[in-house]
């Protein structure tokens, strides 16, 4: 048996085990091989298996996903049973991703059983990560932050200064902002009477302070002090109206710590943009199952088990961090199951329950339709208990029910066919309804589903 000097894992052996002496071996054959096939009756090496990484992650692996950057880098994103997370190069030694990027009252997660990624096919290059208990998380390749912004504190009691703002009431609030997002306005405004024509107003920086409560009291307070607890934020905007209005004009905006000095009349301020809902608050709860779909993210909260939600939609940009209130979708509310998976597929969106799967049909939100898929033509209550025993590959959905493995192929519309035998007492034993994983060998047209039996 021969290696390479360098490295010791068992990918890199090559030879033969046990062999005999010619006299007691029977020809043609040999008891034992590693990483080693036979072609023609010669020994040829064979790739065994390779780890992907140089050390041991920290933990027992949860979840496990690869991240393209812009440039192209790929990284190996892993969450592990201690609640941490790390990352690696290919081949390479990991690296703890620091929650140091989070909110105090986030940087301690409870460890989950299994953490779930996912990544956008096109915008940012971010990684969205989700276990249904702890707060949804992305990696945008450098940092981990939470999904979602938050609101604006009320602007503070501004310094009047000499300037140009007229006699009238004026309105303030801000937002707080990402490089790439921009927060939802203050919930409280500001309100601003001048009595003098030729003033200024200078409004203080919101400050970062860490917050190790985070319930709705003391991010209400928080607000109302002018602070905030998330060290994503980096810049600031200020808006206000005109004298007596309503609408919101962009004052200015400015880094976090840097003041804002509003000296703009009236024309002048309508000339700048106007304030925007984005909708960019943080999602009303923890994910349990997330997809893309039509260039909307779909979700399942754990507040509402049974109500899909949908993200803002814009046609020309994609915002996965906003989820209005109001775009949702109930599904059986009532029928004493929950929703546990989803699939986008091809211009359906495949819901699963755990006795029951439905699809969503339609262009777009406003004409989104509800409709059950059958199974075997006639049958309901076929659904999946884990998201991982849905495999999309191809033409087809594959999923992993009570009852055996079923295919929702595209024939006009959604059915779906059982493609597995007869339920035995092995499957009943190994449950694959719970499914860990699943896998699809596309050279050599193989399934594979890992149960948790």
């Not at 905006?253 to 304030?275: C, H, M, Q, R, Y």
């Not at 055996?404 to 597995?420: D, W």
Request: aromatic share 10%; charged share 15%; proline share 6%.
């Amino acid at each position: 048996m021969s290696s390479r000097d360098t490295q010791t894992f068992d990918g890199y052996w090559r030879g033969i085990f046990q062999r005999e002496s010619p006299r007691s071996q029977e020809p043609g054959w040999q008891n034992e091989a590693l990483n080693v096939q036979f072609r023609g009756g010669a020994c040829q090496g064979r790739p065994g298996i390779r780890p992907l990484h140089g050390t041991d992650f920290a933990g027992n692996v949860t979840g496990i996903h690869w991240h393209v950057n812009s440039d192209g880098t790929r990284q190996l994103l892993v969450a592990n049973d201690i609640g941490t997370f790390e990352q690696c190069a290919f081949g390479g030694d990991p690296v703890t991703m620091p929650l140091t990027g989070l909110p105090l009252i986030d940087q301690v997660r409870v460890p989950q059983g299994k953490v779930w990624f996912l990544s956008l096919s096109g915008g940012l290059n971010q990684t969205f990560i989700y276990d249904g208990v702890n707060q949804n998380i992305k990696w945008n390749g450098t940092i981990l932050s939470k999904m979602g912004l938050p609101d604006g504190p009320t602007p503070p009691v501004p310094t009047p200064g000499v300037g140009v703002i007229k006699k009238g009431t004026y309105k303030y609030v801000m937002t707080l902002n990402t490089p790439t997002h921009e927060g939802d306005t203050s919930v409280v405004l500001r309100e601003v009477t001048q009595t003098v024509s030729t003033q200024s107003l200078s409004f203080a920086s919101p400050t970062q302070v860490a917050d190790g409560v985070g319930d709705a009291a003391s991010i209400a307070l928080a607000a109302s002090l002018n602070t905030y607890d998330d060290p994503q934020v980096l810049t600031w905007r200020l808006y206000r109206t005109a004298a007596d209005q309503a609408l919101y004009y962009l004052v200015a905006e400015a880094d976090i710590g840097t003041p804002i000095i509003d000296n703009f009349t009236d024309v002048e301020l309508i000339a700048s943009d106007k304030a925007e809902q984005f909708t960019n608050s943080y999602p009303q709860a923890p994910i349990i199952a997330l997809c893309e779909h039509r260039g909307q993210l779909v979700a399942v909260m754990a507040d509402y088990p049974s109500v899909l939600r949908f993200s803002n939609f814009d046609p020309s940009y994609m915002v996965p961090e906003g989820w209005p209130k109001g775009q949702t979708i109930p599904v059986a509310i009532g029928d004493g199951d929950l929703l546990t998976a989803l699939a986008s597929f091809n211009e359906w969106l495949v819901v699963f329950k755990s006795n029951a799967t439905y699809a969503i049909v339609g262009e777009s939100y406003s004409e989104y339709k509800l409709v059950p898929v059958l199974a075997s033509g006639t049958r309901q209550g076929i659904g999946t208990n884990f998201p991982g025993s849905v495999l999309h590959i191809e033409n087809s959905v594959h999923f992993a029910s009570r009852d055996g493995i079923y295919r929702i192929e595209r024939s006009g519309s959604l059915a779906a066919s059982r493609i597995s035998s007869a339920i035995d007492d092995l499957y009943s034993a190994v449950n694959f309804s719970l499914g860990s994983a699943t896998f699809f060998d596309r050279k050599k047209r193989l399934f594979w589903w890992g149960s948790h039996g």
